[in-house]
């Protein structure tokens, strides 16, 4: 397993161990898909984890990668036109913490060709790489359901 790809295990598991944080309290028992309830009908709701139903569209989330890092790479924007061409690319959850960043401190670059979608990208969640003249930036993407466009959440420079 590449360096990479560790990376992009351990992100999307830390995302999945975090957004479980919020479910319950610690003394709430864990579900199981195997306990028995007797004779009671619970539904659907005892289905833990759904089977994928398709495979994510990866070449979809690292063109919204590059489109996002351009976006990001217009250092040389007084800061209200940098942030409103930077804004549609960003997933909502993000948009409040870039609203605070200045244009002129992210390095000059050029973007490369190359960019590669995680293998552990999921269908609302994805992680891809971006070369560019810098070094690798790492994008993480996410989008509220399948059929919607992806926003980042993050751009991280490698170190």
């Keep these: 397993m590449t360096t990479r790809t560790q990376a992009a295990a351990v992100l999307v598991a830390a995302t999945i161990a975090l957004s479980g944080c919020a479910a319950g309290t610690a003394s709430d028992p864990a579900p199981t898909a195997t306990a028995s309830h007797g004779d009671h009908d619970h539904g659907d709701h005892d289905i833990i984890v759904p089977s994928p139903t398709s495979t994510p569209d990866l070449d979809a989330a690292a063109t919204a990668a590059v489109d996002a890092l351009r976006a990001y790479a217009q250092r040389d924007l007084d800061y209200p036109t940098w942030f409103e061409q930077l804004k549609p ?71």
């Design 89 to 159: 690319h960003l997933h909502s959850t993000a948009i409040e913490a870039y609203s605070t960043l200045q244009p002129s401190r992210i390095p000059a670059m050029t973007i490369q060709d190359g960019a590669e979608a995680a293998p552990t990208s999921t269908d609302v969640y994805a992680v891809v790489y971006v070369p560019t003249s810098v070094g690798e930036y790492t994008i993480e993407l996410r989008r509220d359901d399948p059929s919607a466009e992806w926003g980042v959440t993050r751009f991280q420079p490698s170190n």
